[in-house]
């Protein structure tokens, strides 16, 4: 299950989507997501997915790709769809009575786009961080962040953080999978047994892992330090974010494309 988390992971390439600039990348995620909230009807979601299908076949990412950053989050869907399933009420008979619970055709169509709406918005951050690099994510956010300069608001450090803490997911990961292949090779039973005996599991492998991630801390720290690092003030950049004509065409056709979308609230009653 750890292999499959794929958030902070980098898919190289040379598509017009990886060339865009990270900004517009960044907004129109942001963006995305508020659209996959206001067109809160089966034609907005069906468009939505349309637009996301057509932006990783843009990207020239296999689908497998998608998958593996959809497979960890199935239990939590399924687990908010039944939720909904049992208690979002309709009007009239029910389709099925179950003891104290009642399903309604209004619950069936909730649950089923309250899951695609979901794996709609974990898709559509995941081709963020599949289309651009770390660094390039770091220097998108911090000058998207800039005009807090001026209440004094640490933007470079903020962006700093939050870049290192996506970029060193996957390595945190592969280093939970060799300390749990490493405790089983031991003897350790971290798949069977009662739910308290796994909660119980879990403390030979955090101990390790809390150690490996405070050592890495301290390496990386240790390495910005012996660069000059001193933060953001006087930091120059190889190569400068500039919007180009083809930024320009992205920016008018996914303006177009999720005005269509919002515009479906008007036309098509929502569930919510």
């Known amino acids: 299950m750890l292999k499959d988390i794929t958030i902070g992971q980098y898919y190289p390439g040379r598509s017009v989507i990886h060339r865009c600039d990270p900004r517009l990348k960044l907004v129109a995620t942001i963006a995305y997501i508020v659209v996959l909230f206001v067109a809160a009807n089966p034609l907005g979601i069906a468009l939505s997915l349309l637009l996301l299908a057509v932006l990783y076949r843009g990207a020239r990412i296999p689908g497998k790709m998608i998958l593996r950053s959809l497979k960890p989050i199935v239990p939590i869907v399924i687990f908010t769809a039944v939720l909904n399933l049992f208690f979002v009420t309709g009007q009239g008979e029910p389709l099925v009575h179950f003891w104290v619970f009642n399903i309604y055709a209004e619950g069936v169509r909730y649950a089923i786009l309250l899951a695609v709406r979901v794996c709609a918005l974990i898709a559509g951050t995941s081709l963020l961080?599949?289309?651009?690099?770390?660094?390039?994510?770091?220097?998108?956010?911090?000058?998207?962040?800039?005009?807090?300069?001026?209440?004094?608001?640490?933007?470079?450090?903020?962006?700093?953080?939050?870049?290192?803490?996506?970029?060193?997911?996957?390595?945190?990961?592969?280093?939970?999978?060799?300390?749990?292949?490493?405790?089983?090779?031991?003897?350790?039973?971290?798949?069977?047994?009662?739910?308290?005996?796994?909660?119980?599991?879990?403390?030979?492998?955090?101990?390790?892992?809390?150690?490996?991630?405070f050592?890495?801390?301290?390496?990386?720290?240790?390495?910005?330090?012996c660069r000059c690092y001193h933060g953001g003030e006087g930091r120059t950049r190889l190569k400068q974010l500039r919007f180009t004509a083809t930024d320009v065409r992205c920016t008018v056709v996914l303006v177009v494309a999720l005005a269509i979308i919002v515009s479906t609230r008007f036309f098509v009653p929502g569930l919510v």
């Open 215 to 225: 050592r890495r801390a301290d390496e990386l720290a240790m390495a910005m330090e």
């Open 129 to 213: 961080t599949y289309t651009t690099s770390p660094i390039v994510l770091t220097d998108a956010i911090e000058n998207l962040l800039r005009p807090l300069n001026k209440v004094h608001f640490p933007v470079h450090e903020l962006a700093m953080m939050m870049t290192i803490a996506l970029r060193f997911i996957p390595t945190l990961i592969e280093e939970t999978e060799k300390i749990m292949n490493a405790q089983k090779a031991r003897g350790a039973m971290l798949d069977t047994g009662k739910f308290t005996q796994r909660i119980k599991a879990l403390v030979p492998i955090l101990i390790p892992l809390f150690i490996s991630a």
